[in-house]
């Protein structure tokens, strides 16, 4: 069974960083996907970064140039991270962690492809 959980969530002035992080076990896909998703009050889950279990990664165009996904460890013990850059206050969001299986053309971006999702944690980005 896939157990995720996410940490690092916190409240952060704009402009600054914060660093999550999602321990991952349980996943024994050799070819898998993960990636982060955000939801913000009163909107739906979107996309943010993707990870394919080669290290490719992909992102929501309008946060490429800010956030970084990564992730370290093996397929079944393993920590994806999200670095977060020049917060600004619409990145407000609880933050999931998910996992997938990889599609041929590298990560879905769409969130009803995952079928592993964790908790979440909070960022809250104030001016």
């Known amino acids: 069974q896939v157990q995720l959980v996410e940490s690092g969530g916190g409240s952060v002035q704009a402009g600054g960083s914060l660093k999550l992080s999602c321990a991952a076990s349980?996943?024994?896909?050799?070819?898998?996907?993960m990636g982060w998703f955000r939801q913000a009050a009163g909107k739906e889950r979107e996309g943010v970064a993707f990870?394919?279990?080669?290290?490719?990664?992909?992102?929501i165009d309008s946060m490429k140039d800010r956030f970084t996904i990564s992730k370290d460890g093996a397929k079944n013990t393993l920590t994806l991270y999200l670095q977060m850059n020049r917060l600004k206050r619409e990145d407000t969001a609880m933050y999931y962690c998910?996992?997938?299986?990889?599609?041929?053309?590298?990560?879905?971006?769409?969130?009803?492809?995952?079928?592993?999702w964790g908790q979440g944690t909070q960022v809250t980005v104030s001016s």
């Open positions: 349980g996943y024994t896909y050799s070819s898998y996907c």
């Open positions: 998910a996992a997938g299986p990889r599609s041929g053309f590298g990560c879905y971006t769409g969130q009803s492809h995952y079928n592993s």
């Open positions: 990870i394919e279990s080669d290290g490719t990664t992909s992102y």
